[in-house]
């Protein structure tokens, strides 16, 4: 398969497997999702929580799967052992980086400080024009409400552009959020 031919798209997620069933289930939907678009899941390469829910339901679909993960994380065995390719970064910045490097577009799901660290930066980027790329935030049963909120006050006090609000697609459902960003 020509790796350029396909469009691809970066998840950032959680990696816990102590959340409820719901949250999984969502990951789930969307690697599903995905492998029926035929894009490409770029994700951070784990085998654990929404990250390993992602790429288990985009594999077992037949979708193209490539994670990129730290050589800590590696080497604690974390990793998913039935990718396309994994690829190994020295650190979490690098790792990043090089997830959104190799991705056409964005989807946020439900995460800690980990995720929230990789939707700031793809939204700073696209703020800042490094890059136009797609943001979608699934913002499934509510989990990103508060963080909403406080984007918009952000914004009303002049901290954050609307056009920077305006460039990230919110919605709790995948199917939606999936169309819109393909379609919009």
């Not at 678009?37 to 594999?59: E, I, K, P």
């Not at 696209?126 to 918009?152: P, T, V, W």
């Not at 954050?160 to 393909?182: G, H, Q, W, Y």
Request: proline share 2%; aromatic share 6%.
């Amino acid at each position: 398969m020509n790796i350029t031919s396909k469009n691809s798209i970066g998840v950032f997620c959680g990696a816990s497997d102590s959340v409820e069933e719901r949250w999984l289930g969502i990951a789930t939907i969307l690697g599903k999702l995905i492998a029926q678009q035929d894009l490409r899941l770029v994700y951070g390469g784990g085998r654990l929580g929404l990250m390993g829910r992602v790429a288990d339901a985009c594999l077992d679909s037949g979708g193209e799967v490539v994670g990129v993960i730290t050589e800590k994380l590696n080497r604690i065995e974390v990793a998913h052992d039935r990718l396309d390719s994994l690829e190994v970064a020295p650190n979490m910045s690098a790792r990043r980086n090089h997830m959104i490097e190799l991705s056409d577009m964005f989807v946020v799901l439900p995460g800690g400080v980990g995720t929230l660290d990789e939707l700031f930066e793809v939204l700073a980027l696209n703020d800042l024009q490094y890059h136009s790329k797609r943001i979608g935030l699934l913002n499934a049963f509510g989990y990103y409400d508060h963080m909403l909120a406080f984007f918009e006050q952000a914004s009303q006090e002049h901290f954050i552009s609307s056009d920077c609000l305006a460039s990230m697609v919110v919605e709790a459902d995948p199917e939606r959020l999936l169309s819109e960003l393909l379609n919009g």
